[in-house]
C-alpha cells in the first residue's frame, strides 16, 4: 500500500476539499467499515423501514410474475399494434440508469478525475442491480420466457438458430456484456477493501467470508502493480460500453422504418439520456444514504455538486435531442414523420400529449434551476431534482414507445394502449428488487471505497505538509 501511496500524484483539492476535515487512514477505515459492521440495534430506522416497503414490492413482483406464467402476456395491456408496452419501456429505463456507474468507475478514473472515488462503488452496485432488473423484462416479454436460451446462439440438435439481423439479438450481447464487463471491473475493485474488512474481524465467521473474497489479498508491492494493471484495463474496456450498449438498445427503435423511430439522432440521443438518468438515480440513492450513516464528511458537497453539474450538461444534451425531433419532423417534409410529431404535441391529434409535455417538464424546464450554485450545493433541492428527472426519463421512454406505435401508417390499423394493474405491478415490483439489493449490498460491503479513500488523505496530508 506505501508503494503504491508513493506513486500517487498530489493534487491540491482547493477550497472545496474532497474529503472533510479529522480524517486519516485509521478513521477512514472505522467510518465505512462501520456502516457493515454496525450492530443492527444501531442501524438507521430509515433503513429498516424503507427494506421493508421494498420487500413488499418484491412480493408484489412474484405474485405479478407468477400470474403472468400462467396466463401469458395478454394480462398485459398490449394490444394490436402496440406489442411493445411497459416491457420495453421499463427495459430500455434500467440500462439507462446503470450507464451511470459504467461512466463513474471508467470513464471519470482515466480522466483522473478524484471526486468519484465516493460514489464510483456505489455507483457500479448500481449498475449491476439495474441491469439486473433490465434483463428481467426482455425474457418476460417473450411468452415463453422458460425457452430464453433460445437467443443464445449455442450448438443444438433442433438447428435453432437466432436472427443476427435483429437488433433484438444485438440487446443480448450488448447487456450480457455490460453486466459481465461491470460485474468484473465492481469485483476487482472490491478485493483490497474485502482484505481490509477480512484483517478488522480475522478470528469471525464474516472475517473468514471476507478472505475468501479477498482471494488472498497480502497488499505487497507485486499484488499492487498487478492490481493497478488490471484494473486500468478493465476501466479502458468498459468505456466504449458505455457509447456501445445504449447505442444498440436505440437500434430497437432506429433501425425500424415506423414514423418517430427512424431517425439518425437516436443512437447519442439515447446515450446523453442514459447518462442523465444514471447520475439522477445516483443521487436520488446516495444523498438519503449519506444522511442516514453521517458519511457528510465522505460523501461531501462537492461530490453532489459535481454530479448536478454533469446531470445539467447531459440534460441539455437531451433537451438538443428533442430540439432535432422536431427539427427532422418538419425538415424532412415526411407526412408520416410530421404526423408523429403533431400527434405526441398537440391534444387535438393524440391522448397522450400530456406525457410530452410533462417529460419536457421534467427534463429540460426544471432541472435548469441547477444553473445555480446555490441550488446544487443545496443538497434536498438536488435530491428533488433528480427525482424529477428520473420520472421525466421514464415518460420519455414511455412517448417514444407508445405514441409511435398506436399511430401506423394505416388508420385502420391503429389503437390505444392503456396499461393494466399487472404492468404496473411489474414495474413497481422491479424498482422493490433493485432497492432491496442496493440496501442488502450498503449492509453486506462497504458502500464507499475504502484504499481510494486513503489515497485522498495521502494526497491531503502530502499538500498540507511543511517543506523539509
Known amino acids: 500500500m506505501a508503494d503504491e ?31 457493515v459492521y454496525r450492530p443492527f ?31 401469458g402476456v395478454g394480462i398485459w395491456g398490449i394490444v ?25 468507475s471508467a470513464i471519470l478514473l482515466l480522466l483522473k478525475q478524484d471526486w468519484r472515488t465516493s460514489i464510483n462503488r456505489f455507483s457500479e452496485a448500481m449498475t449491476l442491480f439495474a441491469v439486473a432488473c433490465a434483463a428481467m423484462f426482455p425474457i418476460l416479454h417473450l411468452g415463453r420466457p422458460w425457452l430464453f436460451y433460445w437467443l443464445l446462439p449455442y450448438p443444438n440438435q433442433m438447428w ?19 453486466g459481465t464487463v461491470s460485474f468484473i471491473f465492481w469485483f ?21 467470508l471476507y478472505g475468501m473474497l479477498a482471494m488472498g489479498w497480502r497488499g505487497s508491492a507485486k499484488h499492487w502493480a498487478r492490481y493497478q494493471k488490471a484494473y486500468l484495463l478493465l476501466a479502458g474496456l468498459s468505456t466504449p460500453l458505455v457509447v456501445s450498449v445504449h447505442s444498440v438498445v436505440s437500434f430497437d427503435f432506429a433501425v425500424a422504418i415506423l414514423p418517430g ?56 444534451i437531451v433537451a ?9 419532423a418538419w425538415y424532412s417534409q415526411n407526412t408520416y414523420e410530421s404526423y408523429a410529431f403533431y400527434n405526441r404535441i398537440f391534444p387535438q391529434a393524440g391522448t397522450y400529449w400530456w406525457t410530452y409535455w410533462l417529460l419536457i417538464t421534467c427534463n429540460i424546464a426544471i432541472p435548469q434551476m441547477l444553473w445555480s450554485r446555490r441550488v446544487r450545493l443545496h443538497t434536498w433541492a438536488v435530491f428533488l431534482i433528480s427525482l424529477v428527472v428520473n420520472v421525466g426519463m421514464w415518460l420519455e421512454r414511455f412517448v417514444i414507445v407508445v405514441t409511435s406505435l398506436t399511430r401506423d401508417f394505416v388508420p385502420s390499423s391503429w389503437g390505444m394502449y392503456y396499461p ?38 495521502h494526497e491531503k496530508e502530502a499538500v498540507h505538509a511543511p517543506a523539509e
Open 160 to 178: 435453432l438458430w437466432p436472427q443476427p439481423r435483429s437488433p433484438l439479438i444485438w440487446d443480448v450481447f450488448a447487456v450480457s456484456t455490460y
Open 80 to 104: 394490436i399494434p402496440i406489442a411493445w408496452g411497459f416491457a420495453i419501456v421499463n427495459f430500455v429505463w434500467w440500462i439507462g440508469i446503470g450507464h451511470a456507474g459504467t461512466l463513474i
Open 420 to 457: 393494466t394493474m399487472w404492468d404496473w405491478a411489474t414495474f413497481a415490483g422491479t424498482l422493490g428488487v433493485f432497492l432491496c439489493l442496493m440496501f442488502l449490498f450498503i449492509r453486506g460491503i462497504p458502500a464507499i471505497s475504502i484504499f481510494e479513500m486513503r489515497e485522498v488523505v
Open 320 to 328: 438538443y435531442g428533442y430540439a432535432m425531433e422536431a427539427f427532422i
Open 261 to 316: 423511430w427512424h431517425t439518425t439522432i437516436f443512437p447519442p440521443y439515447f446515450v446523453a439520456g442514459a447518462i442523465y438518468s444514471g447520475f439522477a438515480m445516483v443521487l436520488t440513492l446516495a444523498i438519503p444514504v449519506r444522511r442516514w450513516f453521517h458519511l457528510e464528511d465522505l460523501i461531501t458537497t462537492r461530490h453532489i455538486e459535481c454530479m448536478a453539474k454533469v446531470m445539467l450538461g447531459t440534460g441539455l
Open 5 to 35: 501511496l508513493e506513486q500517487t500524484t498530489v493534487i491540491d483539492p482547493g477550497p472545496d476539499e474532497v474529503l472533510g476535515p479529522g480524517h486519516n487512514f485509521d478513521t477512514v477505515t472505522q467510518k465505512i467499515s462501520g456502516v
Open 41 to 71: 440495534s444501531r442501524t438507521p430506522i430509515q433503513m429498516f423501514v424503507g427494506f421493508g416497503i421494498a420487500f413488499v414490492f418484491v412480493n408484489i413482483f412474484l405474485g405479478a410474475v407468477t400470474w403472468l406464467f400462467y396466463r
Open 188 to 208: 476487482t475493485g472490491l478485493i483490497p477493501d474485502f482484505a481490509t474488512m477480512r484483517d478488522l474481524r480475522a478470528n469471525t465467521r464474516v472475517g473468514k
